[in-house]
């Protein structure tokens, strides 16, 4: 079957704020899919060529931050953030939005370090060390590519520490609305696994499932 042509000419802005963007797009005669995007019209996935989607920034970054303290089992950090569409508190990861100065300051994949120390910072309160280590896992997935064409990389965070660091959710900016955090241990992660949801059965993002698979896998000690 051949790909539908969409092009710039095809795409028509519906619905548009700072914070969202919905576009009718044109793919045959008569026929419509409606993207929701935090994208311009410019700037839009479907447009995109395989060369230019190759290069693409993603819209966010979430992080895998494990615990990684000296002669103490490792934890994996996760916290509860409430989350307006869902509404209610999920079992989150530590992420945020690329922001315009993240990528002038650097390449592709230090424009998503950037980002992850940064938003590590605001929602943990967590200051990464000379000990510490950053990996990109995934530099770009779609999570709900039915709906929208919102992105994320998957940045892997290693604290190597003696100590316990301090956390905080006091940085919190804007809409942004925490209840704690949850340090867990391998054996906790696999039980939340399994299950499919938190100890109180709410379910969670594709983001924390990535997290604690990339945790009790141990691919992280690689």
């Not at 710039?8 to 993207?35: C, M």
């Not at 079992?91 to 002038?104: F, H, N, R, T, Y």
Request: aromatic fraction near 8%; glycine fraction near 6%; charge should be negative.
């Amino acid at each position: 079957m051949n790909k539908p042509e969409i092009t710039k000419n095809k795409v028509k802005n519906v619905f548009d704020n700072k914070y969202v963007k919905v576009f009718d797009i044109q793919y045959e005669e008569g026929k419509h899919y409606l993207d929701a995007t935090r994208r311009t019209l410019d700037e839009l996935t479907a447009i995109k060529s395989d060369e230019e989607l190759k290069r693409m920034v993603p819209d966010a970054v979430s992080c895998v931050v494990i615990l990684n303290i000296k002669g103490k089992e490792p934890l994996l950090c996760l916290t509860r953030e409430f989350r307006f569409p869902a509404g209610r508190f999920l079992l989150s990861v530590p992420a945020g939005l690329i922001d315009k100065e993240d990528i002038e300051k650097g390449n592709s994949q230090s424009t998503l370090f950037i980002t992850a120390e940064r938003e590590i910072c605001e929602e943990t309160g967590i200051k990464l060390g000379p000990s510490d280590k950053m990996t990109v896992i995934s530099p770009l997935l779609f999570s709900t590519p039915g709906m929208t064409d919102e992105s994320n990389a998957v940045v892997q965070v290693v604290l190597n520490r003696v100590s316990m660091p301090k956390v905080s959710q006091d940085g919190a900016e804007g809409t942004e609305c925490f209840d704690g955090f949850i340090m867990i241990n391998k054996e906790e992660a696999i039980k939340i696994l399994k299950a499919g949801n938190d100890k109180d059965g709410i379910y969670f993002s594709t983001y924390t499932w990535i997290a604690l698979m990339v945790f009790v896998s141990g691919m992280w000690q690689n």
